[in-house]
């Protein structure tokens, strides 16, 4: 905000996908529903300035990308919290289980999500905007198996000729998770290390919805206070008393 320092007020922008929305699995309607009990939400009141949520259900990093473009357009930040790689990472699952032997590539390939994730923090810090990269929850490879397979006895069978193992399921996404850990690194990024916090915990799958992916209530309770943490450590002067 013009004539303003960092210190006295700031505006915000979380840009990322259904997590960061606040999407959580809800059993009792089987299906997805946007819960208030998200991290952003849980955090908002106890920061100086404004935070404005422009995440989206099924983004991706390209288009996260778009949409924040056009939201600079008419508006500068302070700050952009970039949260991406969970649908990144993913496939066409129903089309895998169709045609197991065939070539199948994720929505954004490895090496095009780490060339676009560092386009976009350069573009960003050009602008005179910080960028914080997020690291991704862990995933519950057995209870996402089931969720892409629709607890379909042939559709799995198909999906596991084409996958060899669940376990590569935990592995693949944890491969877009260390590009992020690798490019903060290497363009000296502000992180938080979300998946960390998760990986605390003994069994970290009690804080994961039915699906396997998504953060539950009290994942998002552990992600906010992971986020809480690093400013009280960092950038004290960000929260309110």
């Known amino acids: 905000m013009a004539g303003m320092t960092l210190e006295n007020y700031y505006d915000i922008v979380v840009a990322g996908d259904s997590i960061s929305k606040g999407v959580v699995y809800s059993k009792e309607k089987s299906k997805y529903v946007i819960s208030d009990v998200n991290y952003v939400n849980l955090l908002k009141d106890n920061i100086k300035g ?28 302070d700050i952009v919290l970039i949260e991406f790689g969970g649908n990144d990472c ?4 129903e089309e895998i289980a169709k045609n197991p032997y065939d070539e199948h590539s994720p929505k954004t390939d490895f090496y095009i999500f780490k060339e676009k994730l560092k386009e976009l923090i350069k573009s960003l810090e050009d602008a005179n905007i910080i ?12 209870r996402y198996f089931k969720w892409i397979s629709k607890n379909s006895e042939e559709m799995g069978k198909n999906i596991l000729k084409w996958l060899g193992s669940v376990t590569k399921i935990y592995w693949w996404q944890e491969k877009y998770n260390s590009a992020i850990l690798s490019i903060a690194e290497e363009t000296k990024t502000r992180l938080i290390d979300i998946r960390s916090a998760f990986l605390d915990y003994p069994d970290f799958r ?5 699906d396997g992916i998504h953060p539950n209530e ?15 450590r960092n950038y004290a002067y960000l929260l309110k008393e």
């Open 131 to 142: 960028p914080v990269l997020m690291t991704l929850p862990p995933l519950d490879a057995d």
């Open 50 to 77: 404004t935070v404005k949520n422009i995440a989206k259900f099924g983004n991706t990093l390209l288009k996260g990308i778009d949409i924040l473009k056009r939201y600079l357009l008419k508006d500068k930040p």
């Open 218 to 232: 009290k994942g998002h309770k552990i992600i906010a206070h992971k986020i809480y943490e690093y400013l009280q």
């Open 90 to 93: 993913d496939f066409d699952w």
């Open 206 to 210: 009690q804080f994961i919805c039915t």
